[in-house]
């Protein structure tokens, strides 16, 4: 089998290395010549080498894939086809779908699975971990995965195992972004919304886009809703059954009150399924917080809270819960600077200390631009380096408490690798 995996972003790298995994020949193309290959298993290119008017094609095992233009004749070749979630709803996808060679359309047995999906601002991961973990503990056979930025192999990805594995139920992280093509791809029995918040606004352009997009996902389901949700109501006209979900009021290893809204939603849905109160219950006192998802050390005198906190609402949800000393915050993209308002969040709480770090770009300068024009009047620190944040953590580690987040999931869980390290030693 053969299939043609068309942008390279997340998702797409994603798609190629399940399709190779799964023994697929693969043909892979992007427009952009600069795309970022890393993670792909290809012959080593200096990219540096190559003018931006250039084209590439690059040979490697069972995959060619080329950069700056696009073989139609090598697609049309392809049994199926997985193209960026971000293209969804544009001309050329519309265009690909109506041969009905999409992955999703080719390999049809994860439709045949019970599907609930678990979308929203902030909590997702968290919240698929916990249902995950309950439901396993029922005695169910789980498949889990979703969303690439969340840490999972990709929507192909879950395509690709259901075809081969025997499942009860399809568990899917849902990105914000992806409603549409996700809505697309599988057949959601059950939709579990955690929160509407302030992130990927370059999208959405503003909470009632977001709002829309949700409406016509939750349309003909089952869903689930915190009680003071906003837009409940227009929520409640599409469903097929709505039910409402409350703060978990029993014992959680986790810190925060998003965690025990996380936890209501996974209870939720597992009482619908009737899961029993105890394994419900059992399992969220021992369930322990997913990596690179907040969570707490003690080092000397300070608790270090560290986590993926990439949007101004998630930042907030931890501030609130107590005063820190020093804020360390990953910066964004180059290309999200509307992710630079979480520095509007950190000033609102008036640490001592600010630090910055690359997170997914090197965005200091503007960083440091926004901070000065907010008014900061703390102490801006800026480092590049893992030894460098540890070393201010040591140096700060008698104050009562220091927070490192923002964005940057990759570097977040590097630092909390080795802030663990440093607090299980001392």
Request: glycine share 8%.
């Amino acid at each position: 089998m053969r299939a043609a995996v068309i942008g390279l972003g997340v998702e797409g790298k994603k798609a190629v290395n399940s399709l190779l995994k799964h023994g697929w020949e693969v043909y892979a193309t992007d427009l952009n010549i600069n795309i970022d290959l890393n993670g792909l298993n290809l012959p080593l290119l200096d990219m540096n080498m190559i003018d931006d008017n250039q084209t590439v094609s690059i040979v490697g095992d069972n995959i060619t894939v080329d950069l700056g233009f696009t073989n139609s004749y090598a697609i049309e070749e392809c049994d199926a086809i997985a193209f960026s979630p971000s293209m969804y709803g544009g001309s050329f996808a519309e265009k690909l779908l109506e041969n009905g060679n999409l992955l999703s359309d080719v390999l049809v047995n994860h439709k045949s699975i019970f599907t609930i999906g678990i979308t929203g601002t902030n909590g997702k991961t968290t919240t698929v971990h916990m249902l995950k973990n309950i439901l396993e503990s029922a005695g169910k056979r789980v498949l889990v995965g979703g969303n690439g930025g969340g840490g999972f192999s990709g929507y192909y990805d879950l395509i690709l195992e259901a075809e081969e594995g025997d499942y009860d139920i399809l568990l899917v992280e849902v990105c914000d972004m992806t409603l549409d093509f996700a809505n697309y791809c599988f057949d959601f029995d059950m939709v579990g919304l955690t929160n509407i918040g302030n992130d990927h606004m370059d999208v959405h352009k503003t909470i009632a886009n977001y709002k829309n997009s949700l409406v016509r996902f939750f349309t003909g389901k089952t869903i689930f809703t915190a009680f003071n949700q906003d837009f409940n109501a227009d929520f409640k006209d599409v469903a097929k059954k709505y039910v409402p979900y409350f703060a978990y009021q029993d014992e959680l290893q986790l810190i925060g009150k998003f965690n025990l809204l996380n936890a209501g939603l996974a209870t939720a849905i597992a009482t619908e399924l009737k899961i029993s109160k105890d394994v419900i219950r059992q399992t969220l006192a021992n369930f322990k917080a997913v990596v690179g998802r907040l969570d707490v050390y003690k080092i000397n005198d300070a608790d270090v809270y560290v986590g993926k906190t990439d949007n101004s609402d998630a930042l907030a949800s931890v501030l609130k819960e107590r005063d820190f000393y020093a804020l360390f915050i990953g910066t964004p993209r180059h290309n999200e600077v509307h992710r630079l308002d979480i520095l509007d969040v950190a000033v609102k709480y008036n640490p001592e200390v600010i630090v910055l770090f690359p997170g997914l770009d090197d965005t200091l300068d503007i960083a440091i631009y926004r901070l000065h024009s907010l008014g900061y009047m703390g102490n801006i620190i800026t480092v590049s380096t893992l030894d460098q944040i540890i070393e201010l953590v040591a140096e700060y580690s008698h104050e009562e408490a220091i927070f490192i987040g923002g964005n940057g999931q990759d570097t977040i869980i590097d630092i909390q690798e080795r802030i663990k390290l440093i607090s299980e030693k001392l």
